[in-house]
């Protein structure tokens, strides 16, 4: 130490001056480098971590709303919910497909299946002929905004050869009952 001291004591007023200037402008730096500058990248990786574990937490919100929605369907539809005991799958679909003005039905079959231990599958495979794409949208949004719990099980299309705009349809409408 007291050889720095007499170091400096041989430098000119001038040169002590942009040394000790030197050294503080290296030590502002080191400052900035090590303590300002990681402070304000570890507060932007803290940001950028917050904003991910809120979208996620946005996301989770919505599956856990759309899971309750799901659930309390499955409860209604297994129940029955707001459907009749002497509710009709083949009866209820032909009345919603005349409502669609959807035209010739070729074959409306019903089908019947066991899923799991007390729940029995009702279906119906309709089949339609040369019919246009409007009317069997508002078909198939009918079924899926229907009052009890159906879905569409299976949707194949085609298209007529002779007249691009008719197409031959097929479609399966299930809904779930206990046995």
Do not use: C
């Amino acid at each position: 130490m007291n050889g720095i001291a007499n170091y400096l004591k041989q430098l000119a007023f001038r040169e002590r001056l942009i040394l000790v200037g030197g050294g503080f402008a290296a030590l502002l730096m080191m400052v900035w480098a090590f303590g300002v500058d990681t402070a304000y990248k570890q507060a932007g990786a803290t940001d950028r971590l917050v904003e991910r574990k809120l979208t996620a937490a946005d996301e989770l919100s919505g599956v856990l709303a759309e899971y309750s929605r799901i659930q309390n369907r499955m409860a209604s539809a297994t129940s029955g919910g707001n459907t009749p005991k002497n509710f009709s799958l083949l009866s209820f679909v032909e009345g919603l497909a005349t409502r669609a003005q959807v035209g010739e039905i070729k074959s409306m079959r019903p089908i019947t299946a066991d899923v799991a231990e007390g729940v029995v599958e009702q279906a119906v495979e309709v089949k339609l002929k040369e019919v246009r794409l409007e009317p069997v949208v508002r078909l198939l949004t009918d079924v899926e905004r229907s009052p009890h719990a159906l879905r569409i099980k299976s949707l194949h299309m085609k298209r007529r050869f002779s007249d691009p705009d008719l197409m031959e349809v097929t479609f399966t409408v299930a809904r779930y009952v206990e046995a």
